[in-house]
């Protein structure tokens, strides 16, 4: 429920900060103002005319719609499902599944294993990386003789 767009909650809040600013006597007093101005505004001419010209907007689309004649065209559009029972769509769901099942073996990529420096199914630990000497493979003892 809101009234003016002010819910319950923060209809309870607004009363909470009155009570706190006004106090409990002058909040009697503020409550009767504040009550006599909206029965005065809800009661007026001016309210009514508002409240007229919001339904006139809300009720506007479906006016127009009447009046141009859609209604009785929506209504003579087939509808969704008439329309995938008149194409065979239901019956062809299976072979589209089929279809897509056996594609996604070609488009799907492989998934890849390890860091960019190592290719699958080897060891971690041998990379290849550059070695410290660059005629011997990275598992063998330097045997170069320094000199």
Same mark, same amino acid.
């Given at each position: 429920?809101?009234?003016? /767009?002010? $819910?319950?909650?923060?209809?309870?809040?607004?009363?909470?900060?009155?009570?706190?600013?006004? $106090?409990?006597?002058?909040?009697?007093?503020?409550?009767?103002?504040? /009550?006599?101005?909206?029965?005065?505004?809800?009661?007026?001419?001016?309210?009514?005319?508002? !409240?007229?010209?919001?339904?006139?907007?809300?009720?506007?689309?479906?006016?127009?719609?009447?009046?141009?004649?859609?209604?009785?065209? !929506?209504?003579?559009?087939?509808?969704?499902?008439?329309?995938?029972?008149?194409?065979?769509?239901?019956?062809?769901?299976?072979?589209?599944? !089929?279809?897509?099942?056996?594609?996604?073996?070609?488009?799907?990529?492989?998934?890849?294993?390890?860091?960019?420096?190592?290719?699958? /199914?080897?060891?971690?630990?041998?990379?290849?990386?550059?070695?410290?000497?660059? /005629? !011997?493979?990275?598992?063998?003892?330097?045997?170069?003789?320094? $000199?």
């Amino acid at each position: 429920m809101e009234f003016l /767009g002010i $819910g319950p909650l923060e209809l309870l809040f607004i009363i909470l900060i009155a009570l706190i600013v006004l $106090g409990p006597k002058d909040m009697v007093k503020a409550g009767k103002t504040i /009550g006599r101005f909206m029965r005065k505004v809800v009661t007026s001419p001016s309210w009514r005319t508002i !409240q007229d010209a919001s339904r006139e907007i809300r009720h506007l689309p479906n006016r127009l719609m009447r009046e141009a004649g859609l209604d009785e065209l !929506q209504k003579e559009l087939p509808k969704a499902e008439t329309i995938r029972r008149e194409l065979g769509i239901d019956e062809m769901r299976p072979e589209m599944e !089929q279809l897509k099942d056996d594609l996604s073996d070609w488009t799907t990529p492989p998934p890849t294993v390890g860091t960019p420096d190592t290719l699958p /199914g080897d060891d971690p630990s041998t990379s290849i990386s550059s070695p410290a000497n660059p /005629g !011997q493979p990275p598992d063998t003892p330097n045997t170069t003789p320094s $000199g």
